[in-house]
């Protein structure tokens, strides 16, 4: 499975941006893409995660209700659309795969994909 994370820019706190994990390969031998961030001299940190099959969606409490995960099946791809940014959201994006039906630790994901890089300014 080979994952391509697009979409990341700079906005302004307050902006939205749209980030897209396109999956090819075998995607549909995995159960899930989640999204994950690094900002500078930290650990990478659990964002986001949907099923491919049941749409069910868990997302870190850091952006819940703010940050809206969403997959295209026919696509083979999964969006994160991100709102009412702010400058702590600052970070790479990437997109992973797993085959676990429930999964927040970099370890639980199998398939990474390069990341994207999202700066909101103040």
């Known amino acids: 499975v080979q994952l391509q994370a697009s979409g990341g820019g700079l906005v302004q706190a307050g902006g939205s941006l749209r980030l897209s994990c396109a999956a090819s390969g075998r995607p549909s031998s995995t159960y899930a893409v989640g999204w994950f961030r690094q900002a500078p001299g930290k650990e990478r940190e659990f964002v986001a995660a949907?099923?491919?099959?049941?749409?069910?969606?868990y997302y870190a409490d850091s952006v819940k209700g703010r940050f809206t995960i969403s997959r295209d099946n026919a696509k083979a791809t999964v969006y994160l659309q991100m709102s009412s940014l702010k400058p702590e959201d600052t970070a790479v994006y990437y997109c992973?795969?797993?085959?676990?039906?429930?999964?927040?630790?970099?370890?639980?994901?199998?398939?990474w994909g390069q990341g994207t890089q999202v700066t909101v300014s103040s």
């Open positions: 992973a795969a797993t085959g676990l039906h429930w999964a927040t630790k970099e370890y639980e994901y199998d398939y």
């Open positions: 949907i099923s491919w099959r049941t749409g069910v969606s």
